[in-house]
């Protein structure tokens, strides 16, 4: 036998080992395209319904062919104008910023933590984990803020409160426990490098799936936060796009359950007020840009899997 023909038996005997029949390969699709279609299909109802009109959500319900069409949620949340904008870009700064800053912070203390020549990273460890179980509560934690830290309308009283995440850090710990060989760390300080060299040049760049996940914690956290910004914030410049979107339908559904006692005049503008489709108007609003942040992360995830540190 040639070595031609050696070669061909041999891809086709790993080809054979690799395959699968193709009945079992369609069944397989077919179970994957259904879990597929089963995340995808509340979000695409949500939309769906937000575009349906209030007449045809009284008269048939939710449905996913409604009677009736309507932009009517999208046009209530557009009265609103350059203020809508205006915390569109308030909550993109205050994401991109403070997911920067916290996963910075998370990585510079969890390092601290993984290496075993750290004298006090015993006590630094359960100070972190302490405060996952015990909180100084809502009142001492609003006057620290507020008046000794100062963090009253302004962007830091947004980011500084979720700096630091104990769980977030945890997570970044054990990764490096059980990611990062010290023999690469003490190979660094053979060679001459300093902490900080060895951290950002060797380091990060091997564990980046670790970071890329308490990044996209981070920027979850930090998008959809709204209650921060119900304490601190009171100026309109600084309020971000959750805060403001949970103001408008709480308004909304005062004037629907106080119409009665608010008048003629309040009955009208109820009237006009599409109150199951703007709830739907504004999880569209709120979901879809932190829904295209999941590529970009996931792009980070799967590049840091193949990176190796050390050799076999």
Same mark, same amino acid.
């Given at each position: 036998?040639?070595?031609?023909?050696?070669?061909?038996?041999?891809?086709?005997?790993? =080809?054979?080992?690799?395959?699968?029949?193709?009945?079992?390969?369609?069944?397989?699709? &077919? #179970?994957?395209?259904? *879990?597929?279609?089963?995340?995808?299909?509340?979000? &695409?109802?949500?939309?769906?319904?937000?575009?349906?009109?209030?007449?045809?959500? =009284?008269?048939?319900? *939710?449905?996913f062919v409604p009677k009736e069409w309507s932009l009517n949620a999208y046009k209530y #949340?557009?009265?609103?104008?350059?203020?809508?904008?205006?915390? @569109?870009?308030?909550?993109?700064?205050?994401?991109?910023?403070?997911?920067?800053?916290?996963?910075?912070?998370?990585?510079?203390?969890?390092?601290?933590? $993984?290496? %075993?020549?750290?004298?006090? =990273?015993?006590?630094?460890?359960?100070?972190?984990?302490?405060?996952?179980?015990?909180?100084?509560?809502?009142?001492?934690?609003?006057?620290?803020? %507020?008046?000794?830290?100062?963090?009253?309308?302004?962007?830091?009283?947004?980011?500084?409160?979720?700096?630091?995440? /104990?769980?977030?850090?945890?997570?970044?710990?054990?990764? $490096?426990?059980?990611?990062?060989?010290?023999?690469?760390?003490?190979?660094?300080?053979?060679?001459?490098?300093?902490?900080?060299?060895?951290? $950002?040049?060797? #380091?990060?760049?091997?564990? %980046?799936?670790?970071?890329?996940?308490?990044?996209?914690?981070?920027?979850?956290? @930090?998008?959809?936060?709204?209650?921060?910004?119900?304490?601190?914030?009171?100026?309109?410049? @600084?309020?971000?796009?959750? @805060?403001?979107?949970?103001?408008?339908?709480?308004?909304?559904?005062?004037?629907? =359950?106080?119409?009665?006692?608010?008048?003629?005049?309040?009955?009208? &503008?109820?009237?006009?007020? /599409?109150?199951?489709?703007?709830?739907?108007?504004?999880?569209?609003?709120?979901?879809?840009?932190?829904?295209?942040?999941?590529?970009?992360?996931?792009?980070?995830?799967?590049?840091?899997?193949?990176?190796?540190?050390?050799?076999?």
């Open positions: 036998m040639s070595n031609i023909d050696y070669t061909i038996t041999v891809k086709s005997k790993k =080809r054979r080992l690799n395959s699968i029949s193709l009945p079992a390969e369609v069944i397989i699709n &077919i #179970i994957l395209g259904l *879990f597929c279609l089963a995340c995808v299909l509340p979000f &695409i109802f949500v939309v769906i319904i937000s575009f349906s009109s209030q007449n045809s959500i =009284r008269e048939i319900g *939710f449905s #949340i557009m009265d609103l104008g350059a203020q809508l904008w205006v915390s @569109y870009f308030n909550s993109f700064f205050v994401t991109i910023l403070g997911t920067i800053l916290s996963v910075l912070m998370c990585v510079l203390y969890s390092y601290a933590l $993984f290496r %075993k020549d750290f004298k006090y =990273r015993r006590f630094f460890t359960f100070f972190s984990f302490f405060t996952m179980l015990f909180g100084g509560g809502l009142a001492p934690t609003y006057m620290v803020c %507020k008046n000794m830290l100062g963090l009253s309308d302004n962007y830091a009283a947004l980011i500084v409160p979720m700096l630091i995440n /104990p769980f977030n850090i945890i997570i970044m710990r054990t990764f $490096f426990q059980s990611s990062v060989p010290t023999e690469l760390i003490e190979s660094a300080a053979i060679d001459g490098s300093g902490e900080y060299n060895t951290l $950002f040049k060797i #380091i990060v760049p091997i564990s %980046k799936p670790g970071i890329a996940t308490v990044a996209l914690l981070n920027a979850l956290a @930090y998008w959809n936060e709204w209650f921060i910004p119900m304490l601190y914030i009171k100026k309109a410049h @600084y309020i971000p796009l959750q @805060y403001l979107l949970m103001k408008m339908q709480n308004q909304a559904d005062f004037l629907v =359950r106080n119409a009665g006692v608010l008048g003629a005049e309040a009955s009208k &503008i109820m009237n006009t007020i /599409p109150q199951d489709t703007l709830r739907m108007a504004l999880v569209v609003l709120i979901v879809i840009p932190i829904a295209c942040a999941y590529p970009f992360f996931q792009r980070f995830i799967i590049s840091g899997l193949t990176i190796g540190s050390v050799k076999g």
